[in-house]
């Protein structure tokens, strides 16, 4: 079945990039997500890529997505106290609006 | 902002007991999706409205239910609830069923059941 996976936690000093990763079994995934979570909020789309790109950059986030070996990444540049929060890796195939979710990645930027 | 606000924020209810939750979409999106998160895990999905019509389930008993109505706000109704439903639900809009890209999540409703 479908299935979604990341690390659990990573720990990343202030200024440094961050890199989370991601992997997922859905070989007819059609687009990749990246989602913060604060505590106690909402889900924030921060960036989303097509299945057919390799990488999608918009500002301090770059992503790369490695459709032979299912693997997608989000790089976070000069990461910021702001960026501390969890990030979800998310995938959706043919049944488009069923979003599949790791686990997600707690990361926590220390100054 | 995404535009799409949820209400509840908050509540309590008993085991048994019923809870309706919703959903105002962001405008122009006429398909809401609803997720289940629990504590400490990632969302999972509930069901999809396209139009007013259930257009995709997860895997939740018939005691989850929906609604969406003409003006593409929805509800979330759960029946003969059980502790486990205690959960972060969470609504997300789109601007139609195919593929866009764009799925913008509401700020949830937190249900404790006790």
């Known amino acids: 079945g479908e299935d979604v996976e990341q690390s659990l936690f990573l720990s990343v000093r202030e200024g440094d990039s961050s890199v989370i990763n991601c992997t997922y079994t859905?070989?007819?995934?059609?687009?990749l997500y990246w989602y913060k979570q604060e505590p106690g909020a909402g889900l924030q789309l921060l960036t989303y890529?097509?299945?057919?790109?390799d990488m999608k950059q918009d500002q301090r986030l770059t992503v790369l997505l490695n459709k032979k070996d299912k693997h997608l990444s989000l790089r976070i540049a000069d990461t910021q106290t702001g960026d501390s929060a969890i990030y979800f890796c998310a995938e959706v195939g043919r049944s488009w609006g069923k979003l599949q979710f790791g686990a997600g990645t707690q990361v926590v930027v220390t100054p | 902002e995404t535009g799409v606000t949820q209400s509840p924020t908050h509540l309590i209810k008993t085991r048994g007991q019923q809870v309706t939750l919703r959903c105002s979409s962001q405008s122009g999106h006429n398909t809401v999706s609803w997720y289940q998160q629990a504590l400490g895990q990632g969302p999972q999905f509930i069901f999809q409205?396209?139009?007013?019509?259930?257009?995709g389930r997860g895997n939740f008993p018939p005691r989850f239910s929906g609604l969406q109505f003409p003006n593409y706000s929805s509800e979330l109704n759960v029946n003969a609830l059980e502790l486990d439903d205690s959960a972060l639900y969470l609504c997300?809009?789109?601007?139609?069923?195919?593929?866009?890209?764009?799925?913008?999540f509401g700020e949830g409703s937190r249900l404790t059941v006790l």
């Open positions: 409205y396209y139009r007013e019509e259930e257009n």
């Open positions: 997300a809009s789109s601007g139609r069923t195919g593929p866009t890209g764009e799925l913008f």
């Open positions: 859905d070989s007819s995934s059609t687009y």
């Open positions: 890529i097509f299945s057919n790109m």
